[in-house]
């Protein structure tokens, strides 16, 4: 759950972690997998599939009081919808489709060339994949890996760690944290907290809708672009579990 690696997930560093640990992922697949997954040895997933967020594919369970743990095999050109679980000993061939939140039981398998929906999933004839196939090179994916990386070094562990040293220059400087008392402390730290969710309901507002001043609706993008970027973006900033929670889901 705390794996820094898990903000990579549906990109190229995700995937060298996990084959790092053992698991056998093809050329051109993405992982959008934020549960990572924990038997990876377990796991081998073929080319150019595709697994959607909020997917579960950890190779063991849970089961009267025991764990048990069991391969997770997915084929080439395949694809996971949103939210589907996949327990172990199942199996996904060749250009299969398992829909969105849908589940495949132990020792489910579907066969080269299906399509599977439902929990637990049976057969369907809907299309999952209605957009066509981008061609996304390896130049591409290597400039999105190091610029993931750098984001990560040069900004997102940096800048917490630099605002707290000029917080304590400054309280030190002025003997503000001397001087301060228990209530005013708590007067700073509820400014902070509601100021920080002002601040973050406008960025759920207007980022998004920066982002999309470089997209367009009906057009296909290859992933690990700018245009790849400004949709991920999107996703993250659109959908605040935060603010689901402190506004009951609604509208």
């Not at 066969?111 to 299309?127: C, F, L, M, N, Q």
Request: aromatic content about 10%; charged content about 10%; proline content about 5%.
């Amino acid at each position: 759950r705390t794996a820094p690696v898990a903000m990579f997930s549906g990109g190229p560093v995700y995937n060298l972690y996990l084959r790092l640990l053992g698991a056998r992922i093809g050329a051109n697949t993405v992982l959008d997998c934020q549960v990572l997954p924990v038997c990876t040895d377990l796991i081998s997933v073929g080319d150019n599939t595709i697994l959607r967020k909020y997917t579960m594919a950890l190779g063991y369970k849970a089961q009267s009081n025991f764990i048990h743990t069991g391969p997770i095999t997915i084929g080439n050109n395949a694809f996971v919808g949103e939210a589907s679980v996949l327990d172990i000993e199942t199996h996904m061939g060749d250009d299969t489709q398992l829909g969105h939140a849908s589940t495949l039981l132990s020792g489910q398998r579907v066969p080269d060339g299906k399509r599977y929906h439902g929990s637990p999933a049976v057969e369907t004839t809907a299309d999952y994949c209605p957009i066509e196939r981008m061609e996304c090179g390896l130049i591409r994916t290597a400039i999105f890996s190091v610029l993931e990386l750098a984001a990560l070094v040069l900004v997102a562990v940096p800048a917490p760690i630099l605002a707290l040293y000029a917080w304590e220059q400054f309280t030190g400087a002025t003997g503000t944290a001397a001087s301060m008392s228990a209530l005013s402390l708590l007067g700073v730290s509820a400014a902070s907290f509601f100021g920080s969710i002002v601040v973050g309901l406008a960025a759920v507002y207007v980022i998004p809708r920066l982002c999309m001043m470089f997209l367009k609706p009906g057009v296909t993008y290859p992933a690990f672009g700018f245009h790849y970027l400004m949709q991920s973006i999107i996703l993250r900033a659109s959908n605040s579990e935060f603010f689901c929670l402190l506004f009951g889901d609604s509208s």
